[in-house]
């Protein structure tokens, strides 16, 4: 059981994606303009994360191992991300609609997602079972969800504020995210992972 | 290599059944959002977006045939609210001279109406009050100023006036213009 | 008794001791009364008199919609003295927008004469209800400053605490001093009559400032243990309605309450003892005690002024210096900056601050706000005035009023502390001006909306009646020879 917690703050907290493992940074930056938008984006991400990466494990555990074809890896979970993230868009162009116009094209970008492709093999890598991968997926979809929720916040923020003109719009922005991820850095050594 | 093929067709097809049938099960009917694009529009359904109404724009907006910025009487505000809605780009007004339009008031001149019926035919929300061969007037509380009466008026007894200043309807300026 | 305390406010200098050294003397009958139809919180009075007419003083002029009080938050408006009604039109008010609004004029003919009157002076006798309907009659509103009118504050049901507000915590104002000074007992006997009008609430407070010390012994005199009389600390907004109930009984008032819903009402000093004169002599609402003050005149002074009086002619009775510049309507914090003095005194008209050229010079141009938080330390609702101030100047209203503008009282303290002298209650008053006037659009655009659905069904179906009818005579050919 401990693992398991292990696995989820290391990946929300000490090894997170977005700020110390520097992955799935365009739609850190391009979506995180406004906090409904970012709260979404989360949300639909951390849905297509957590269902590839159980589904990339399946895929790998009793399809490709048995049949010896490992080094159609990348290609087979490309192709099961991609029916997630299609998956995914039908839903909430259905359920709702405001969210799908807000995301617009970074929802179908979620397939493009570095986090995405990089949890399903990640597990390989690191030889997780079906619990830990699905944990592990998760874990890497709320620590992403978090620190872009946590950005949106700021940059509302910060939208506002008189900003000196050369720092105005994307230097303050990459700023901001430095100084976040240097905050992060700050978790390193709250456990091992 | 065979194997190969056949894995990834096999998968495929299964994935491809899989959207198919989710395409089927979550099919989304008309566009949703229409609605709540019209509800940000003024409604005074003057045309002058070069649709209808502002129901058709709104539609037209929704489908991604038409700017933003063409609702002329919402002015600045309803771009950009418009904006933030639908999370585009604000795009500048096109013509007005005036950044905030002020609201307007249909006034008949009674001595001069020929009780033609012709404004009450073309009054969008039916805020024109009268009956053929008798004297119109305007239901001051309901009129949108949408200008669409006085054209159509025969003997031009119908001028446009700014809603007159009144207490209840004095709003603070902004501590910049003071 | 056992005081509380409300989040931050300030010590101001209070100027007070300009103008209540001298007793409330009455000012002189003007020729001209003006008397404008919304002088109160609510709707607009209709006139019930015609140019032409003579009224006498006390006669009602104005009355609520339908007559009745009871319809709509209103309150009935009195002729200020005998003589003629010369004019029922568009009359500058005072108001910061220096626009006009009907009024009605009256010519005075001198001889005060008074109309008939009827007083309720064994009111103890009389249900609640006939003695608020008296009260609303005699058209009494909350002389405080924001005029909300009593009547309807009365009709609150469960109501166990009557707190009379003497706290007068802005500066410059003294005209329930002189009057708590001067009429201790008029107001004790008031408090009792709206104790009675409440169906019997069991506590009665009366809260003074202790820098009104004069004012709290006479009121304990008067009083003999009859209400209790307090006496609370000097701070500003220790008037402001919710803050005096936080003092006095650590209960906040929630965000879309009124003080009604936990069993509290707040009264004015001088509404209270409107009150009194109303019940015990008849006498409706048409003078009320001003305060002239500043350096701008000679003698500062109460006046028991009658309401429509010109401004002007009560600040010459206080020996007017030269070059007047400012004249403000209210306290010094959040009074009303006035365009002219040729403006009728109105029901809310508690205090005019006369300034003379360069007394009262403008603020400093305001500097870039550095964040450093004084405001929200001050803020009597404990409110965030910093981050308002940044969303109010983006206009990004909904956060702002996520973040409780609505809540802000305009008391002026985070203007007042501010370092880099932000109007931040101006814009605090422009985005509430903005987010109200948007929804009354919002609203009318609905109803416009509804009509116009409603009109493209009413020609699709009188399209089918026409096509149908059409039908009916090709096949009927008979009916259509006939």
Not at chain 1, 71 to 76: E, N, S, V, Y
Request: glycine share 8%; hydrophobic share 45%; proline share 7%.
């Amino acid at each position: 059981m401990t693992e398991y917690l292990f696995i989820l703050i290391g990946t929300i907290l000490t090894n997170n994606f977005v700020l110390v493992k520097f992955l799935g940074l365009c739609p850190f930056i391009s979506v995180s303009t406004r906090f409904e938008t970012a709260m979404g984006m989360g949300l639909a991400t951390t849905f297509v994360l957590t269902l590839s990466a159980v589904l990339s494990y399946l895929t790998d555990e009793y399809l490709l191992v048995p049949l010896q074809l490992e080094f159609l890896r990348t290609m087979t979970f490309i192709l099961v991300i991609a029916v997630v993230v299609q998956f995914t868009e039908m839903v909430v162009h259905k359920t709702s609609p405001i969210l799908y116009q807000a995301l617009g094209i970074f929802l179908p970008l979620i397939a493009t997602n570095c986090i995405v492709l990089g949890v399903a093999l990640l597990n390989v890598q690191e030889q997780h079972n079906f619990m830990e991968s699905a944990i592990y997926g998760f874990g890497a979809a709320v620590g992403f969800w978090l620190v872009l929720v946590l950005f949106a916040a700021v940059r509302e923020r910060v939208a506002l504020a008189d900003v000196p003109l050369v720092f105005k719009g994307a230097p303050i922005t990459l700023i901001t995210a430095g100084i976040m991820s240097m905050a992060f850095m700050g978790f390193a050594g709250l456990i091992k992972v | 290599m065979l194997l190969t093929i056949g894995m990834l067709g096999i998968l495929s097809l299964i994935f491809g059944l899989l959207l198919g049938y989710t395409s089927v099960r979550f099919k989304v009917e008309g566009n949703p959002i229409i609605e709540q694009i019209n509800s940000h529009l003024p409604q005074m359904q003057c045309g002058k977006c070069s649709y209808i109404g502002c129901h058709p724009y709104a539609e037209a907006i929704a489908n991604n045939e038409v700017a933003i910025n063409q609702c002329l009487p919402g002015g600045e505000s309803t771009m950009l609210a418009l904006a933030r809605f639908l999370d585009r780009e604000p795009i500048p007004l096109e013509a007005p001279e005036e950044v905030v339009p002020t609201k307007l008031l249909a006034i008949i001149d009674e001595t001069a109406c020929i009780g033609c019926t012709k404004c009450i035919q073309a009054c969008p929300v039916d805020a024109i009050l009268g009956a053929p061969k008798w004297m119109h007037t305007v239901i001051a509380q309901e009129c949108t100023g949408c200008e669409l009466c006085v054209i159509v008026c025969p003997v031009d007894c119908i001028k446009m006036a700014p809603v007159p200043a009144t207490l209840s309807r004095w709003k603070w300026p902004h501590p910049s213009q003071i | 008794m056992r005081l509380w305390q409300f989040h931050g406010g300030i010590h101001l200098t209070g100027h007070k001791d300009l103008s209540n050294h001298t007793g409330i003397i009455p000012a002189k009958l003007p020729k001209f009364l003006i008397l404008p139809l919304l002088q109160h919180i609510g709707e607009p009075t209709e006139p019930i008199v015609r140019v032409g007419d003579k009224v006498l003083k006390g006669q009602i002029i104005a009355h609520c919609f339908g007559s009745d009080c009871s319809l709509m938050i209103s309150a009935p408006i009195h002729a200020s003295s005998s003589g003629t009604v010369v004019a029922i039109d568009a009359r500058p008010v005072p108001h910061p927008s220096a626009l006009s609004a009907p009024g009605i004029v009256i010519e005075t003919d001198g001889e005060d004469r008074w109309t008939e009157l009827t007083a309720i002076p064994d009111y103890t006798r009389l249900p609640a209800a006939q003695v608020r309907e008296h009260i609303a009659q005699a058209g009494i509103v909350g002389l405080g400053g924001a005029g909300f009118p009593s009547h309807v504050k009365l009709r609150s049901k469960d109501i166990d605490t009557l707190i009379i507000n003497g706290a007068e915590c802005e500066p410059y104002i003294t005209c329930d001093d002189r009057l708590m000074r001067e009429y201790p007992q008029e107001i004790i006997e008031g408090a009792e009559i709206l104790k009675h009008t409440l169906g019997g609430a069991q506590h009665c407070i009366i809260a003074v400032e202790d820098n009104k010390p004069e004012a709290y012994q006479a009121l304990v005199a008067a009083a003999q243990g009859r209400v209790e009389v307090i006496k609370i600390p000097t701070l500003y907004p220790t008037g402001g309605e919710r803050q005096l109930i936080q003092i006095l009984t650590n209960k906040e008032v929630g965000r879309f309450q009124i003080p009604a819903s936990i069993g509290i009402v707040v009264h004015n000093i001088e509404t209270t003892r409107a009150v009194y004169r109303a019940v015990t002599a008849g006498r409706p609402l048409i003078s009320r005690v001003v305060t002239v003050t500043g350096t701008g005149v000679e003698k500062p002074q109460n006046f028991e002024v009658l309401l429509g009086t010109p401004m002007r002619e009560v600040i010459d009775q206080c020996g007017r210096k030269p070059n007047l510049e400012t004249l403000i309507m209210g306290g010094g914090m959040m009074g009303l900056a006035l365009p002219s003095d040729d403006l009728p005194i109105i029901k809310t008209t508690n205090c005019l601050i006369v300034g003379q050229v360069g007394e009262l010079p403008p603020p400093p141009p305001p500097l870039p706000c550095i964040r450093c938080g004084a405001c929200a330390q001050v803020c009597p609702i404990n409110l965030l005035p910093q981050q308002l101030y940044w969303y109010c100047a983006a206009k990004e209203f909904k956060k702002a009023q996520a973040h409780s503008l609505f809540e802000c009282i305009d008391c002026g303290c985070c203007a007042y502390v501010c370092p880099s002298h932000l109007d931040l209650v101006g814009y605090y008053r422009y985005a509430k001006a903005e987010i109200r006037a948007a929804a009354a659009e919002r609203k009318a655009a609905d109803q416009a909306r509804q009509r116009h659905e409603f009109r493209l069904m009413r020609l699709v179906r009188e399209k089918q009646e026409k096509a149908a009818r059409h039908q009916k005579s090709k096949s009927n050919p008979d009916l259509t020879t006939f």
